[in-house]
């Protein structure tokens, strides 16, 4: 899953504020721009590890994540309400929290819970799972880093430079991650 999670994730964070500026003229696409990267940054967490959410239902041992999950969302909705009535009549303060919390708190979760628990349920190391994540981390890195240089060198905000973008940005992931991400047997693979 890690192969895949570079490209959207480097399309968004390099792209969104030119698809905000000629989806949506007329409204503040910088503010729309800060508030899906700060809404996506889960997903480079989350989509490494979203195949051993299965782990759990294949070594029957739902519970434990099951609780994990009620714990998590209640988390959520507590932080969310705190904070929106720490920034009441601050509309954008207001939009900030209801973005971050989720993100922050579904980061931790895929970054604590899901790998050591799923190390446990398989009897793995505890840190079985992390080297694959760190070498996403650096991939989206890497791409998203490239992508927002291309973009200020090559592109403006249109419709067409949007299109060269993701393209630029697909083929970079791609390969960057089939470099850093693949193990041997999964290039031998392909």
Known sequence: MGLFTAIPTAIIYGYSDIFFSVWLPGQDSDLLYMLIIISCIGMNFALPYESLWYIFTLTNTVKRSS?????????????????????????????????????????????????????????????????????????????????????????????????????????????????FVLTESDKQYI
């Open 67 to 179: 609780i994990n999950l009620i714990e998590y969302a209640s988390a959520t909705i507590i932080l969310v309400i705190l904070g929106l009535l720490f920034t009441h009549g601050n509309d954008i303060a207001g939009l900030f929290v209801l973005c971050s919390v989720r993100t922050i708190l579904g980061a931790i979760r895929c970054v604590t819970f899901l790998p050591l628990y799923g190390a446990k349920v398989l009897s793995f190391k505890k840190s079985t799972f992390y080297p694959p994540l760190v070498h996403n981390l650096i991939v989206v890195l890497i791409a998203t880093v490239a992508s927002i240089l291309f973009k200020v060198l090559f592109l403006s905000k249109s419709w067409s430079s949007l299109i060269t973008g993701a393209a630029f940005s697909t083929i970079l992931a791609v390969s960057l991650s089939y470099i």
